[in-house]
């Protein structure tokens, strides 16, 4: 069995930033791209920024651009969003999840199967 695991989330006020870690267990990371999705309430579970398996490549939807950053620590089976000038429009439920294809094509439809409990960020004045 393995799982993924979604940390750092909080209540931040506009303009703020947080950073979230993606820990894997029970299997290598490093062999999969890896996306960040979201969810809002009312609202569908939308792609926001995936990497590639060592890094080199990276795709972000077009409303975190300049904002957001995707990084990756294979050595620490872990992957991380960095969010940055944040809006009360990121408001959502952020999952991560691993997939076969690349970061463009990940992040473009939310993949079908298991998601863990996501964790929830809040931007709120």
């Known amino acids: 069995q393995w799982q993924l695991v979604e940390s750092g989330g909080g209540l931040v006020q506009p303009g703020g930033s947080l950073r979230l870690s993606c820990a894997a267990s029970?299997?290598?990371?490093?062999?999969?791209?890896v996306g960040w999705y979201r969810q809002a309430p009312g609202k569908e579970r939308e792609g926001v920024s995936c990497?590639?398996?060592?890094?080199?490549?990276?795709y972000y939807t077009d409303s975190v651009k300049g904002r957001f950053t995707i990084s990756r620590d294979n050595a620490r089976n872990t992957v991380y969003l960095q969010m940055n000038s944040l809006k009360p429009e990121d408001t959502a439920t952020y999952y991560c999840?691993?997939?076969?294809?690349?970061?463009?094509?990940?992040?473009?439809?939310?993949?079908?199967?298991?998601w863990g409990q996501g964790t929830q960020v809040t931007v709120s004045s």
């Open positions: 029970g299997f290598t990371l490093d062999r999969f791209t």
């Open positions: 990497i590639s398996t060592l890094g080199e490549f990276t």
């Open positions: 999840a691993p997939g076969n294809v690349p970061p463009q094509d990940m992040c473009a439809k939310v993949p079908f199967g298991s």
